[in-house]
């Protein structure tokens, strides 16, 4: 059985930096392209970038360009999202999707 | 980057009556492989969202065949042929034709 399993529910303050991750298992990790996805509170979905964890090709949207930064490690199936200096138009739910396979989201708050 | 727009916004429907979701995109989805990347995402209220079109008209596992999709080239449809109550949340347009991947603003379904 596929699944993306995301790190839990982060809480910080702005300027301070963040990792989260998206495990994959059941299938292959190092073959499928893995993506990010923001939703801000009460908003659609908004495409981040996207990594191929094979060989860290890696795609961003424009909207995301040098605001964050996505990066796998296949030894362990983990696939990330970083920020260096959040702000509080970070919060947000953010989620890892195989396009077919989403993971159950991230809820990322930031506050002062 | 490719813009998806989708009509309407929302859409109150009666249980047991069909319903219809339109996307239309800035440029034709049709990639170099020959291969049209349109996809239809549902979000339930509180959840991910969850895969239930792919390339236009193929229905993902497990999905009920009252989910059909439809379209070509830059015009798509989702269609609902009796909704049900499981069925309320917001649907989503989605292309994987080029990067940036983009999607759609989103359609919300109620019941009437």
């Known amino acids: 059985e596929v699944q993306l399993v995301q790190s839990g529910a982060e809480v910080k303050k702005p300027g301070e930096s963040l990792k989260i991750s998206c495990k994959g298992s059941g299938y292959s990790f190092t073959s499928y392209w893995i993506g990010w996805v923001r939703q801000m509170p009460g908003k659609g979905l908004e495409w981040m970038g996207i990594?191929?964890?094979?060989?860290?090709?890696?795609r961003y949207s424009p909207s995301f360009q040098g605001q964050v930064t996505i990066s796998a490690d296949k030894s362990i199936s983990t696939a990330y999202l970083q920020w260096s200096s959040l702000k509080a138009s970070d919060t947000a739910m953010y989620y890892c999707?195989?396009?077919?396979?989403w993971g159950q989201g991230t809820l990322v708050t930031v506050s002062s | 980057d490719i813009v998806m727009t989708q009509t309407p916004l929302s859409s109150p429907v009666t249980l047991g009556q069909p319903a219809s979701i339109s996307c239309r995109s800035s440029q034709s989805l049709v990639h170099s492989d020959g291969n049209t990347y349109l996809s239809w995402l549902q979000q339930r209220p509180g959840q991910p969202p969850r895969l239930l079109i792919y390339?236009?008209?193929n229905r993902f596992s497990g999905v009920p065949d009252r989910f059909s999709g439809s379209g070509a080239g830059t015009d798509f449809t989702l269609k609902i042929s009796r909704v049900e109550a499981e069925d309320v949340g917001v649907y989503y347009c989605?292309?994987?034709?080029?990067?940036?991947?983009?999607f759609g603003g989103g359609t919300k379904v109620e019941i009437k």
């Open positions: 390339k236009i008209s």
């Open positions: 989605m292309q994987a034709t080029q990067f940036p991947l983009t």
């Open positions: 999707s195989l396009n077919d396979y």
């Open positions: 990594i191929y964890p094979g060989d860290s090709d890696t």
